[in-house]
Structures are given as C-alpha cells and as structure tokens.
C-alpha cells in the first residue's frame, strides 16, 4: 500500500519541468510547419487556370485537338547539354520528321518568373536544336510542333536540368 501512496503523492514541479514542456511543446510545432512546408512545395504541379468557366467551355475542342494529333503518332525526346537545347521528332514506326516550326515554351512549375519561349531550328533527320541554355530548375517543357501551319504535336513535359546543363526527365 505504501507504493501506491507514494505514485500518487504530488511531486514539486521546477523550473526544469517547464523547459522540457515548452521544448516539447514548441518543437512539435516547429517540426509540424517544417514537414507540412516541404509537402507544399514538393507536391503542388502549378496547375493555374485564369478563368475557370472559359477554360471549361473550351474543354472539348481541346479534347477533340488532342485526340487529332495524338492520331498522328509523333513522339519527341528531349535532351538538353551545355551547347543547347536539343528535340528528336519521330512519327510512330521511330522514322525522323521533318517540320517546320518546333517551339518550346519554359516555365517553372510555380509562379511565372523567368518563363522563356525558344524556337528550335532544324538540324537534319528530325532533330532541332538551340544554343541558348536553360538555368539549373524544375521546369514544365510545353513543345509544339507545326507543319504548313497545321500544329501536328503539342504536349508539357516535366524536366529538370541539372548544374551542368544536363536534363532529367
């Protein structure tokens, strides 16, 4: 009985009891905002529409746009280096395409700052290329490709380029 009466006797609170229930308290907390923080800026795509009710009305042209050129059966690959930014168009048994203009538009998946257009030239058998270097980042590579004015390809690719110039798909 003894040992019962002694759990239950009120013990003195310090001034240490205090520290180690404020770092508890305010650390939970902190790690809480801290986890929560990553989670926001890792997983949100940047999808942003300026008008929702016009971006639904055009909806299914877009849709019926998408399944023409998808019909079509181009694939592109893009690479990237120090000396530019490269595209290999293909149709869908991997033959080389020509065209006439291939033009990639660059912004970051947050936020409109730094976004850049660069319109590729033909090199030969389906490739097109640029001098120009993208800065290190995440980017969303929006390609689209016309011939005779007709747009045979478009499509956003998610990429990141790496310190030396390099891409990551």
Known sequence: MAIIRDFFRPKEFTGYHMLGVMVLFFGTIITVNLVMARF??????G?????????SQEFN???AEMKAIDALGYA?????????????????????????????????PVGQVGD?????TPRGHGRFATG??????????????????????KRAHRIHIRADGTLRQ
């Open 116 to 120: 850049e257009t660069l319109v590729l």
């Open 132 to 153: 120009e270097v993208l800065p290190e980042g995440e980017w969303i590579a929006s390609v689209t490709v016309s011939d005779d004015g007709e747009t045979v390809y």
């Open 76 to 108: 592109v690959k893009l690479d990237a280096s120090d000396e530019g930014f490269f595209l290999d168009l293909t149709d869908r048994t991997g033959a080389p395409v020509a065209s006439d203009v291939v033009q990639i538009t660059f912004h970051h």
């Open 61 to 63: 042209e877009k849709a």
């Open 40 to 45: 926001a800026i890792t997983t949100w795509t």
């Open 47 to 55: 999808l942003v529409v300026e008008n929702t009710y016009v971006a």
